[in-house]
């Protein structure tokens, strides 16, 4: 069995979407999903697939669905996929809780004309193959970046900071008996 890191856009932020993690990893576990974890409260997942990947994400999807009555978007990632998007973090000097990376399938477009923009002098972005990495030090709760980053990808996208993708890739990692 290969474990994965699955991360759910948009659950339990900003007061919609709401899924307990409990019933998150009754329900995975219901669908045959193994060493179900939840990390934080914000739709990180990490598990084994006994079935060795085939369709994951539509399974995943079609559980979701079936339980709560709407899927989120997700993405999952490999332990390899997820190392390969921390080490294209460009901005590893700066404070993990300030680095955003707005993970997405791989086919974003960034229009950096808009990116600029939005950023503020302190403000820095850069691009990679499964993300686009943000460093606000002033946080991201009002920055025009982090509100406006999504919609200058052109693609849907679920954000993580980096120290949030640091832990996910450490349980994804982990030796288990």
Same mark, same amino acid.
């Given at each position: ?13 900003g007061?919609h979407?709401?899924?307990?993690m409990a019933?998150? /990893?009754?329900?995975?576990? =219901?669908?045959g999903?193994?060493a179900?974890?939840t990390?934080?409260?914000s739709?990180n997942v990490?598990?084994?697939?006994p ?12 559980a979701l669905?079936?339980r709560?009555?709407a899927?989120?978007e997700?993405?999952?990632l490999?332990p390899?996929? @997820?190392?390969t998007v921390?080490?294209?973090c460009p901005?590893t000097?700066?404070d993990?809780?300030?680095? @955003?990376a707005l @993970?997405?399938g791989g086919?974003?477009?960034p229009d950096?004309v /808009?990116l ?8 820095r972005?850069?691009?990679a193959?499964r993300a686009?990495?943000l460093?606000?030090?002033d946080g991201f709760?009002r920055?025009?970046? =982090?509100?406006g980053?999504?919609?200058a990808?052109?693609? =849907?996208?679920t954000?993580?900071?980096? /120290?949030?993708?640091?832990?996910l890739?450490?349980?994804v990692?982990?030796? /288990?008996?």
């Amino acid at each position: 069995m290969s474990p994965h890191a699955v991360l759910l856009r948009a659950v339990n932020v900003g007061g919609h979407g709401k899924i307990a993690m409990a019933e998150l /990893r009754d329900t995975l576990i =219901a669908a045959g999903f193994g060493a179900v974890r939840t990390h934080i409260q914000s739709g990180n997942v990490v598990l084994d697939d006994p079935q060795g990947g085939v369709d994951l994400s539509e399974r995943i999807h079609a559980a979701l669905a079936e339980r709560f009555g709407a899927a989120p978007e997700i993405i999952v990632l490999t332990p390899q996929e @997820l190392g390969t998007v921390l080490a294209a973090c460009p901005f590893t000097d700066a404070d993990p809780a300030r680095v @955003l990376a707005l @993970l997405h399938g791989g086919n974003a477009a960034p229009d950096a004309v /808009r990116l600029h923009r939005l950023a503020t002098a302190t403000e820095r972005w850069a691009a990679a193959e499964r993300a686009l990495w943000l460093h606000c030090p002033d946080g991201f709760g009002r920055s025009k970046l =982090a509100a406006g980053a999504e919609r200058a990808m052109g693609v =849907a996208a679920t954000g993580r900071n980096l /120290r949030t993708l640091r832990a996910l890739f450490d349980l994804v990692t982990e030796t /288990r008996p």
